[in-house]
């Protein structure tokens, strides 16, 4: 079966240090996101990207980058890890325009700067 | 951008009674989506439903999309359904969605 994948599942990493975290999906979608979950604001969006070599910034993108250099795989980087982005990560797929707008969700990477 | 509000934002239920969620959105939308997050943190999808009714078992979900709303029916509600329960609209020709901030729901036996 299709499915989205985030590694790692669990990260603990020190304040300065570079992070990238994976997201895997097997859905051949086109288009991929990145989400931060912090409590009291829901879902935000951090980056996204519609394609192969396409990446589009969202609402909270300060601090993070991503590149797309196949469908399957957008990997998010923190570029110098700040205890602000202590946060539960989610990767998410869809396949506009061809089906619909739904968007599916992985099982969330949560990470922890001290 | 769009400003999506969800109510209410807690809910306490009895296992066996009825709810609606509510979602009020600011804008126009051509995308929305209902979600489940369980207490192990997964996003479920509930249901896409940009206009229309929809119903999954003992689930519904109908959108209004004229008055810029739209209502998750739960019925017969088990403790199973506890969790976070989020809308997400999207507008134009883009994928980006705006996440409410959520209805928590707690059955209780």
């Known amino acids: 079966d299709a499915e989205i994948t985030q590694s790692p599942r669990h990260k603990i990493t020190e304040t300065g240090r570079q992070v990238t975290l994976a997201c895997h999906q097997t859905w051949n979608h086109n288009n991929m996101f990145w989400y931060r979950q912090d409590l009291g604001h829901g879902l935000r969006l951090i980056h996204y990207s519609y394609g192969v070599q396409d990446t589009n910034k969202g609402e909270v993108s300060d601090g993070y980058s991503v590149s797309r250099s196949n469908t399957e795989d957008l990997p998010l980087t923190l570029e110098s890890a700040a205890s602000s982005q202590t946060s539960v990560y989610f990767c998410?797929?869809?396949?506009?325009?061809?089906?619909?707008?739904?968007?599916?969700f992985g099982p969330g990477t949560r990470l922890t700067v001290t | 951008g769009i400003q999506v509000e969800q109510s209410p934002p807690d809910l306490i239920l009895q296992e066996g009674a009825n709810s609606t969620l509510r979602c009020n959105f600011s804008?126009?939308?051509?995308?929305l989506q209902w979600f489940h997050q369980n207490p192990w943190g997964q996003l479920i999808n509930l249901f896409y439903i940009p206009s229309g009714t929809k119903q999954n078992g003992r689930l519904s979900a109908t959108t209004v999309a004229t008055e810029r709303y739209s209502l998750l029916y739960i019925s017969s509600s088990q403790t199973t359904d506890s969790g976070v329960y989020f809308c997400?609209?999207?507008?134009?020709?883009?994928?980006?969605?705006?996440f409410g901030t959520g209805t928590k729901l707690q059955v209780i036996p």
């Open positions: 804008d126009s939308v051509n995308n």
């Open positions: 998410a797929s869809s396949e506009f325009p061809t089906v619909s707008y739904e968007q599916y």
């Open positions: 997400a609209v999207g507008a134009g020709g883009y994928q980006k969605v705006t």
